[in-house]
């Protein structure tokens, strides 16, 4: 690193998660939220990358555990009930995370 940064040459360290999260710039610029999960308590997400003035982004939701969609998204594309329990039971999909 002394010798890249001695020649001008843009570069960082390669860090670990846990070393990244003691970085005084991920700190400083908020890169990432803290959120609350039901199931695992304080989690950190980054922010979106983009931030505008007049359209801010934010985390609206956490993404759902494996499975919690399955029920929609096969009622959706026109599944029955019995078809649902049927492609759970020969494990063909995931039952739902349980909380």
Do not use: C, W
Not at 80 to 90: T, W
């Amino acid at each position: 690193m002394q010798r890249l940064l001695a020649n001008d040459v843009p570069s960082a360290p390669a860090l670990s998660r846990f070393e990244l999260l003691q970085e005084r710039q991920v700190r400083d610029s908020g890169i990432l939220e803290e959120h609350q999960s039901e199931k695992f308590g304080a989690v950190r997400l980054p922010r979106p990358a983009a931030q505008f003035d007049r359209t801010p982004a934010r985390i609206r939701a956490m993404a759902p555990l494996l499975g919690a969609d399955n029920t929609a998204i096969l009622t959706e594309l026109g599944y029955g009930v019995d078809e649902i329990a049927r492609l759970e039971r020969e494990q063909i999909v995931r039952k739902p995370a349980v909380t």
